[in-house]
């Protein structure tokens, strides 16, 4: 039939104009998909890292308690340090003070342990001793040396390099802690530094994708105010080797 060949090519002709005129995605696999998300959230990611934080903490017990892994031993470890810092900081005790009490009281319950045993048992038992291993202090002064010695080289690399945007953020750095110091004393920097190393990374580890992209925020901020003082005051300041004068 003629009217329904002409209707059919009709319907046809629109067909491909409609085809025409949406515009062609490409066809993705899941799996591609899923992989070109776990690599812009890798690119993402603050300071482009690929460990996951319990890796950057270096694992083990210590990445546990920081993490929190173990809520009473975290718990009991923020809570001693609160009370230490409560006790010299509020209370205004003194570590002498402190330490000779707490030999006085050790000595107190040997002395009522040695002396009730044998009234009571007629054999006297000797209380145990502590005894603290050699090693103990040896491996604090090695691992406390290796930082030292690693953060006075990190200075001295920053000082020495031509790297001016890590210099600028060194100093500044440095000159904040300064201002930090002036307000409390060195106990409560401690103090505050521990607090934040027990709370900063399991927060970061929850909040990881906000947090990421706040800071990149920041930090894009950050370079554009440093793009216009470069522009503006640094790229003026000659960076070229001084000739010397020939002399005749």
Known sequence: MPEGSKSENLLNSL???FGDTVPKQKSVSFFEEEKSNSAASQFNRLFGRQKPVYHLLGGGKSADVLLWRNKKISASVLSSATAV??????????FLTLLCFALVLGMVVLFLWSNASGLVNRSSSRPPR?????????????SVGAEVNRALGFLQDVACGRNLKQFLAVVASLLAVAMIGSCCNFLTVLYIGFVAAHTLPV???????Q???FIYKVLE???GHYQKLDAGVLSKIPKGKLRGKKYE
């Open 15 to 17: 067909l491909e104009s």
């Open 85 to 94: 810092w409560v006790l010299f900081q509020w209370l205004n005790y003194h």
């Open 130 to 142: 502590m005894v603290l291993p050699e090693e103990l202090f040896a491996n604090i002064g090695i």
């Open 203 to 209: 927060l970061y580890e929850r909040y990881e994708d």
């Open 211 to 213: 947090v990421d992209g």
């Open 221 to 223: 901020q950050l370079q």
